[in-house]
């Protein structure tokens, strides 16, 4: 029902969109063992929060030159569009790039070639938003901030945070997100997964942030809830990775209906799609199946991305048009 709706994907974390089959591929070139990173099926295996960041950075270990990175993102901006989505906004780490010794700049410019090659070939439009990786800590990142700033190419359209929210408060972070602010980024931040109503609290007394990853649990608070009405806060909401990391024990106990119902802007994405058995595809089908929304409210799903997406202004223009 859902194959023809376009869709908008505004939280999905580039690593750990590689396929198993293509993280196989990788470790059978570079002569790495990931026979323990799989279950009997062929599947990711993880058992929990801390298993499951252990898993990404083992299959994010594979990718190593920027072609590497190139056939990474063209692969998943391919198969997205075949489910529809027209727009993508890919969560980049340049810890993760200094870590793996390519480096920034190599690994942008190959995730950027990948980007041009799926929008030639399907009419995907793919974007980036650098992030800090807060269990690494404020200091490390100021130097993630500054090292995404000095390198601001045209597919870089905002700044953020991920990480284990449990760490840190988020106005250690006033620093680096100051250095993203005065570079002309917007800003989003991961709160309101792992911690309460109060982490997304904090983190909008703390941080100038527009969008929120996750911030299901700020349903806990009717007054954030109507902050977040009032403020326009989207809120990157992914349903499929909640419950199956145990935020949520059931779809039936998920918030997006009521979050909808009370007005909050917000968005479907699939976050670590292979690893929680998703893609952009299923969430909208899990939008239709699980909270009962109909095409027209999907579409309306779908605009308020856009809407709220960082790209520039004539992006969006050029897709919401193809609404």
Known sequence: MTLSLPKAELHVHLEAAASPELVRANARRYGVDVSRLF??????LWTDFSTFLGAYDHAASVFRTPE?????TER???ASAEAGCIYTEFFVSPDFAERSGLGYVSYIDGIAEGIARAEAEVGIVGRLIPL?????GPERAVVAAE?????LRPEIVGFGMAGEERLH???EFAPAFAIATEAGL???CHAGEWRSWEGVR????ALPVRRIGHGVRSIESDDLVARLVDEGIHLEVCPVSNVTLGVYDSFAAHPLTALLEAGVRLSLSSDDPPFFWTSIGREYEVAAAEFGLGPEALRAITRTAIEDAFCDSATKARLLGRL
């Open 39 to 44: 279950d009997a099926e062929g599947r990711y």
């Open 68 to 72: 590497d990175f190139a056939e990474l």
């Open 76 to 78: 998943y901006l391919v």
């Open 132 to 136: 800090i990786e807060r269990h690494y």
């Open 147 to 151: 090292t995404a700033t000095r390198y």
């Open 169 to 171: 408060e988020p106005a």
């Open 186 to 188: 917007p800003l989003t």
């Open 202 to 205: 904090d983190t909008l007394d």
